[in-house]
């Protein structure tokens, strides 16, 4: 599981705070902002956290039928969730029992009750490759030769 394979790389950790991410995102967060947020925040673990894009266009609709407010594909509901870019001091791996720890379950939760876990909330460009519409889209952007996670 997600924990389990973090754990295995413990041995090239050291004693330093390391980065680690999903793989499976692209986003133009500044790392180095990142970074200085979390040292600044002296937790164990910092992650970059995101509104994704609304995918479908959204409507207020009033009791007697009348659409009041249409918006076309908001940003999301206004919640924050995980973009899968973290800064991790090393003690974050004691939070990891086995290679059958969801890294997303007991770690981030057990941080997360004990003040240790905090948000770098990112504004910028994000977005994930699941499906095939999401890598033609990010295909897209790069063969356009303005993909906003390009910051080189």
């Not at 910092?46 to 007697?64: F, M, W």
């Not at 890294?103 to 499906?131: R, V």
Request: hydrophobic share 35%; charged share 25%; with cysteine.
């Amino acid at each position: 599981m997600t924990g389990g394979r973090v754990k295995r790389a413990s041995s090239y950790i050291n004693n330093e705070p390391f980065l680690l991410n999903y793989g499976d995102g692209l986003s133009d967060v500044d790392v180095n902002e990142t970074i200085k947020f979390h040292k600044a925040k002296k937790g164990l673990i910092t992650l970059t956290a995101i509104q994704p894009p609304g995918r479908y266009g959204s409507l207020n609709v009033s009791e007697e039928s009348a659409i009041t407010e249409f918006m076309e594909k908001p940003k999301g509901d206004g919640s924050w969730m995980n973009g899968g870019f973290f800064v991790c001091q090393p003690s974050v791996l004691d939070y990891i029992s086995d290679d059958s720890t969801v890294f997303e379950q007991e770690p981030l939760s057990n941080l997360a009750k004990e003040g240790k876990l905090f948000a770098y909330q990112h504004d910028g460009f994000w977005a994930c490759m699941d499906t095939l519409r999401d890598k033609r889209m990010l295909c897209d952007f790069w063969d356009s030769g303005k993909a906003p996670w390009k910051t080189w």
